[in-house]
Structures are given as structure tokens and as C-alpha cells.
């Protein structure tokens, strides 16, 4: 709470100013005069266009416990809530009241509850200067301006830095990168930062006599020096995990959610919370290839998989995510990213905005908000192109649309920057924060070596040019598992475009995303077809051929094959 101003009398907050975002605070605990204050309201606007927002609300009780609340403000413009999440929202002229759902009154002394809302305006969208909590008045803004006012930027009340990325080095794993450096050639990339995966709860303390979280957190300081550095992990044990694919099914069945709760994230947490690593930049990706599965994967869709409806019915997806962003984005130094599938997967019309809104519903389940959400991850260990160059989604061919390609199949995108950078407007424009980045996983989408093209397509139909000038040279969209032809894409770095705090390598190069046969494991690793090279297909892939590379370990184990040819199809190229 870097900004919060003191005052004698009740209290504190800012006006909205001269931008898209301002904060009304109350005064907190250490404030003089605090403890007289019986409620705090912080509303912030989040996210403002030329005639709406989206505002957060986060109301802390400071009397006697409620089983049911209601807060009411009045605008001194002409705002109006035109919908709202977490809360019932009715307005009167200027007067709004907003009361609990049936799933959220309960308002224990101490204890906060958030909701948001969309609203319309013209003209100034300034922050309501009086809130009351069942009819008692919590905190007054005198719209004074002074320290904290006009301006100054907006707060950051979190402390966090707004790209993590920005300003730092990344965190090098000792233990991927010795093996990338036993590789011939190896040693030119066994330098970059890539994600360190906690697969499973032995990993927290270390597997097989490899290093634990501690041990890389130690190893991360002692890698940081005086600068400021960055160590990107990635948290991922869901119960049922994997349900669409069974490479990497994990070690919780689809119940053991409270097992995941308290072996895997509270100790994570605690880690991670313990002053000594304080000055780290932690970031953490949280599950991926989780939620979209209960969009795309689920009846009535004919992708749809027995265990993939086992989760949606059990919510024990949105409940375990909900919970490590709730748990870990209440560290000041960690920052959460929500794995947002990929372009090949999310792109059709269909999936993207229903899944947008999973993404909003786990990010406000078990105590979740959409502030413990600092941005969104893309293509995680998978192969989409960065960039297509030789076709737009847009370009015609004979009067054909691209998107009537068998490529792009109907999708809205051809490559997963434009997906990054829509999908991360779309997440703005419901309610997450204006400020998130999305990341992009370019580990293995690089598309490099003989086989690149250098130019468009022939103009004979759209399958001819699309096909003829496409760098990602998958046999199908759908295809993920150790795809032939891939490379290394963009080396991680951070701010490579708007909206995109970095590109990164999560899924470390050389490590396997799945065996090419059945290999006996005690890992809970299952055979996926998908990643043997005579599979013929599933619906998923539109029952093509699988492009997998051959003679692959299981999901996760060192697969020097594939490390070779990434490095040999790298785009950018190696040298
Ligand atoms: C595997 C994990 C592994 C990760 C990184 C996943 O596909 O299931 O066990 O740690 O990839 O290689």
C-alpha cells in the first residue's frame, strides 16, 4: 500500500486522473486514524475506453462479522452499470447499490470481499467519493489530489513491477542447461533461462536427489547478485490433469483436490513467501492445458473426452487455480500467469471468448481475484509460428477468404502474436487488469532449416497459397507432440512487442512432450497416439497423421533427437 495518503480524519484516496486507471483507497491498518474506520472500499477502475470500463471493488469489513452485505455509492457523473461479476448491482439515477450473491455474504471481521462490473460513461469517469457498507460510511474521498493526486502515476498498490521481465536476467537451471551443454553444439544455447516444472509434489523437495524449490531459489540469488533477476516456474499437478491427452496425466486423480490444496500448493506457497527470496522475481505459470479443456474438450463437442467432462463436472480445475492464485499471488514478489492455450487451439470463434471467461471464472474462485492475476502464457510446449509473414488472415485468394483454407480451418488467426495480443484485449475488456502482459512459449516454433520459405505461396487457391508460404510446416494445426521439422524460435527476452512482456522458453528444448510408445513409468505418464508416428489421427487433429517424431521418451525425459533438430531448424538460426 506504497500510496496510500494519511489524514487526521477518515481518509485517504486519490481522484481518477488524467488516465485509464485510478484507484480510491481507503486507509489501511497502520494508518493514522485507521482503526476508527469500520469498512475500507477500494474501487479501482481497471480498464477505460472512450465510453465504458470495468471497475474492481474490494470491500474490507472492519466491524462485526455480516453473513450478508450491501454497499451503495453515488456517481457524480453519468456512469452506469451495465453488468457486474461477484455481486448484485442495481442502480437508481446516481445512486448504485451492490449486494452479495448467494456464495459470497459471509464477511467475517477483518475479511475482504472483491466484485466487479462493466459501466458506460461520458465525458470524466471520476471514482465515487463517499461508500457505505450497510448504511455506515467507510471511507470519504476529499478529491483533493495533493501527493497521490493528479500528477502522479497510478498506484501499484501490490509493489509488484509491472513486467517482471523488464530490467532482469533470467533464472538459469542448472540442471537443464548441464544437459543442453553435453549435447554437440549444445553449449550456444545452454546459457538461456528456461521453466523449472513442479510435475509433482516430490519435485518441491527434489526428485531422485535433483534439486528441490529451495535449492533452485538458493541457486537463483546466488545468480542474481546486486541486479535484479527473474525465475520462472511452472505450477503444474491439477487433479485429472491432462484430461484431453494422456502424455502427461499426473499423480492426482480427478478428486484429490484437497491433496493438491495442501501437499502441493500451501508448501509451494510457503517456499515461496520466505523472506530470504524476497528480492527474486518469481514467476509462476499456472497449469497449463488446463481450463481450455473444459471449453473445447467437453459433450457435446465431438473432441470431447470421458475424463475432460469428469472435470468440468467436479469444477476441480477452476478450484485448484483459483486457489494457487489466490495463494501465491498474495506474495509481493511473485507474479501469476494463466496458461491461455494457443492459437491452434483457442483461435475459432467458439473457444476464445468462452474460454476468456473460464479464464474469469477460476480467476475468482476460492478467494481468487482478477489482481492476483499479472498476465496470461501462450503456445506452452507447443509450435505455433510467431509470425506468419507470407499470408494475412485477411488476404483472398480467387475471391476466397484464407480462413476457407484447410489450414486455418475457420480460425481468426494465422500465427500467435496476433492470438497473444487479441486474446489479451479480449481478457482487458472483461475484467482483468489493463496492465497484464502475456508471454509466448517460443521454445520449439522457430520453423527454421531447408524447408522455410522464403515467399507467398502460389496464387492458384487458397490451400496452394497458404500451404506454399506457411512457416509452421505441421501436418495439421492440432498436431503437439514432438513435431518433425520443428526448431528453437525467438531466444527469451523481454518487451519484444506491445502487449507481450516476454518471449520465454517454459517447456525447456530437449525435454519430451510424450512417448512414441507405451513405456511403463511411475510418473502417472499415459501413451498418447499422438506422439507415435503411425497414428492416423483423432477429431482433435482432424484424423491426420500425427507428425510426431519417433523413438521419444516419455513426457519430460531428455530426448536428444529433438534437442539436435531444434537447434538445426532455430529461427532465428543459431550461430
Ligand atoms: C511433462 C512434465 C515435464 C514438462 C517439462 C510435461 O509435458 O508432463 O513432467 O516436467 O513437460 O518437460
Not at 509491472?162 to 554437440?184: C, F, I, L, Q, R
Amino acid at each position: 500500500m506504497s500510496r496510500t495518503r494519511t489524514r487526521t480524519a477518515l481518509l485517504a484516496a486519490l481522484t481518477l486522473v488524467g488516465g485509464a486507471t485510478g484507484t480510491a483507497m481507503a486507509a489501511m491498518p497502520g494508518d493514522v486514524g485507521a482503526a476508527a474506520v469500520p469498512c475500507t472500499v477500494d474501487y479501482k477502475v481497471q480498464n477505460q475506453w472512450s465510453t465504458g470500463f470495468t471497475a474492481s471493488v474490494t470491500i474490507t469489513n472492519n466491524g462485526a462479522a455480516k453473513s450478508a452485505w450491501s454497499v451503495k455509492w453515488s456517481y457524480a457523473g453519468n456512469q452506469r452499470v451495465t453488468s457486474a461479476w461477484n455481486a448484485k448491482v442495481t442502480q437508481s439515477g446516481a445512486a448504485v447499490t451492490a449486494a452479495n450473491e448467494g456464495y459470497n455474504g459471509q464477511l467475517p471481521t477483518g475479511g475482504s470481499v472483491n466484485f466487479g462490473f462493466q459501466g458506460s460513461y461520458s465525458g470524466t469517469n471520476a471514482i465515487p467519493a463517499t461508500f457505505t457498507l450497510d448504511g455506515v460510511t467507510c471511507n470519504v474521498d476529499d478529491g483533493s489530489g495533493g501527493p497521490g493526486g493528479p500528477t502522479d502515476p497510478p498506484p501499484n498498490p501490490s509493489g509488484k513491477a509491472d513486467n517482471p521481465y523488464a530490467g532482469a536476467k533470467g533464472y538459469v537451471n542448472p540442471e537443464w542447461s548441464a544437459k543442453a551443454a553435453a549435447e554437440p553444439g549444445g553449449s550456444r544455447i545452454a546459457n538461456q533461462p528456461t521453466g523449472v516444472w513442479l510435475d509433482r509434489i516430490a519435485a518441491i523437495n527434489g526428485v531422485n536427489g535433483g534439486m528441490g524449490l529451495r535449492d533452485h531459489l538458493d541457486e537463483a540469488l546466488r545468480q542474481k547478485g546486486t541486479g535484479e533477476l527473474y525465475i520462472q516456474l511452472v505450477i503444474y499437478n491439477l487433479p485429472g490433469r491432462d484430461c484431453s491427452a494422456l502424455a502427461s496425466n499426473g499423480e492426482l486423480g480427478p478428486t484429490e483436490i484437497d491433496k493438491y490444496k495442501t501437499q502441493y500448493i500451501d508448501p509451494i506457497a510457503a517456499i515461496l513467501a520466505d523472506p530470504k527470496y524476497k528480492d527474486l522475481r518469481i514467476v509462476t505459470t499456472i497449469e497449463i492445458d488446463s481450463l481450455p479443456n473444459l471449453v473445447t474438450n467437453v459433450t457435446p463437442r465431438p473432441t470431447a473426452t470421458p475424463n475432460c467432462d469428469v472435470m468440468k463436472a467436479n469444477g476441480n480445475y477452476q478450484k485448484g487455480v483459483g486457489y494457487a492464485l489466490n495463494k501465491l499471488g498474495d506474495i509481493p514478489n511473485v507474479y501469476n500467469y494463466i496458461d491461455a492455450g494457443h492459437h491452434g487451439w483457442l483461435g475459432w470463434d467458439d473457444n476464445f471468448g468462452p474460454s476468456a471467461d473460464m479464464f474469469k471464472t477460476a480467476a475468482t474462485t476460492e478467494g481468487a481475484t482478477v489482481s492476483d492475476v499479472h498476465g496470461f502464457i501462450v503456445n506452452t510446449a507447443n509450435y505455433s509460428a510467431l509470425k506468419e509473414d507470407h499470408f494475412k488472415i485477411t488476404d483472398t485468394v480467387n475471391g476466397t477468404s484464407v480462413r476457407q483454407s484447410k489450414w486455418v480451418d475457420w480460425n481468426r488467426y494465422t500465427d500467435e502474436l496476433s492470438y497473444a495480443q487479441a486474446m489479451r484485449d479480449k481478457l482487458v475488456s472483461i475484467g482483468f487488469d489493463s496492465k497484464i502482459g502475456m508471454l509466448i512459449d517460443t521454445s520449439r516454433n522457430g520453423w527454421g532449416g531447408t524447408a522455410r520459405p522464403t515467399g507467398p505461396g502460389a496464387l492458384t487457391n487458397v490451400d496452394t497459397y497458404v500451404d506454399g508460404g506457411r512457416y509452421d510446416r505441421r501436418i495439421h494445426l492440432g498436431n503437439w507432440c514432438n513435431q518433425a521439422g520443428a526448431g528453437l524460435g525467438e531466444r527469451p527476452r523481454a518487451n519484444p512487442e506491445p502487449g507481450i512482456d516476454a518471449y520465454v522458453w517454459m517447456k525447456p528444448p530437449g525435454e519430451s512432450d510424450g512417448s512414441s510408445k507405451e513405456i511403463p513409468n511411475n510418473e502417472g505418464k499415459g501413451f498418447d497416439r499422438m506422439c507415435d508416428p503411425t497414428y492416423t489421427g483423432n477429431p482433435r487433429n482432424n484424423n491426420n497423421m500425427s507428425g510426431a517424431l519417433p523413438d521419444a521418451p516419455i513426457s519430460g525425459h531428455w530426448f536428444s533427437a529433438q534437442f539436435q533438430q531444434l537447434m538445426r531448424n532455430a529461427y532465428p538460426p543459431l550461430s
